[in-house]
């Protein structure tokens, strides 16, 4: 058992600290893209929107726990703004096609 420990420690070393840190800014940075690229194309926003939540969730067992958590409430508004603009907006539609006889 403790040799394949090892194995995997050698292939896998421990992550330090600082790369978790940099995840957590790395996420935040993420968000701030995606806030912009959202109203550029909506699709690249959600696209980054999803990686910086990916990112923000990672950081969450370093020393930058805030700025993780900055960076996860950042993205997930991100990537759930345009569902609930879709959504809105087919029902929206769907309730003013209703009014017209057929």
């Not at 403790?2 to 896998?12: G, M, P, Q």
């Not at 194309?41 to 900055?70: C, D, F, P, T």
């Amino acid at each position: 058992m403790e040799a394949r420990k090892r194995k995997v420690e050698e292939i896998l070393p421990e992550q330090s600290p600082k790369g978790k840190n940099v995840l957590a800014i790395s996420s935040l940075v993420a968000g701030f893209i995606a806030l912009v690229a959202l109203f550029v194309e909506w699709k690249i926003g959600m696209g980054l929107g999803l990686v910086g939540l990916i990112l923000g969730i990672i950081a969450l067992k370093s020393e930058q726990r805030k700025w993780a958590l900055v960076g996860i409430v950042l993205n997930g508004l991100v990537f759930i703004a345009p569902i609930v603009i879709l959504l809105y907006t087919l029902i929206t539609l769907s309730s003013v096609y209703s009014q017209f006889p057929s």
